[in-house]
């Protein structure tokens, strides 16, 4: 199964300095340019480390950024009607790739829903590290109150399922 990165997954693992995580998951790997220079071109340019920090793991082959021909696809071209929603490129490229879209927006994830593109958010990705060995339990729980400690939002309620997940994996 292939991947294709939202910007808020990134941004938050950068923060949490725990962009290692993706490693985790299968490839490819894969951001849209649209993401790329909303998160890494402007985030430079504004001197955001998390931004130099995805900048690197890009050079590095963590991810890699590609374009999408929103065109050819018809997810993106039904969803570029609609203004508010910034995930269409996202979107187009896990639909026209049959790949999984990392992305924590309630708009993002119920368009993908009507859409019928499989998505998933930043937790799972730190779950799915756990789960395979990539962290043990308390780095993953670690990563998780960086993010929030960095600004990621997570409801009461869903992280305690967060880390009730993360102590059945001990």
């Known amino acids: 199964m292939s991947w294709v990165f939202d910007a808020t997954p990134l941004i938050y693992l950068a923060k949490a ?7 985790a998951l299968d490839e490819p790997r894969v951001v849209p340019e649209a993401v790329y220079r909303e998160v890494v071109t402007t985030g430079v340019e504004q001197g955001y480390d998390d931004a130099r920090r995805i900048e690197r793991a890009v050079e590095d082959g963590l ?14 071209t039904r969803l570029a009607q609609h203004p508010g929603l910034s995930d269409a490129a996202v979107l187009g490229c896990a639909d026209a790739r049959d790949a999984v879209a990392a992305m924590d927006e309630s708009a993002g994830r119920s368009a993908a829903e009507v859409e019928d593109v499989e998505t998933r958010g930043t937790a799972y990705v730190v779950l799915a590290a ?7 339990t308390v780095e993953g729980r670690d990563a998780i109150d960086a993010m929030i400690d960095h600004g990621w939002y997570v409801a009461p309620d869903v992280y305690t399922k967060i880390v009730g997940k993360l102590e059945s994996f001990e």
């Open 63 to 76: 991810v890699d950024v590609v374009a999408v021909d929103t065109d050819d696809s018809t997810v993106a």
């Open 130 to 136: 756990v789960r395979d060995g990539a962290l043990s």
């Open 17 to 23: 300095d725990r962009l290692g995580v993706i490693e």
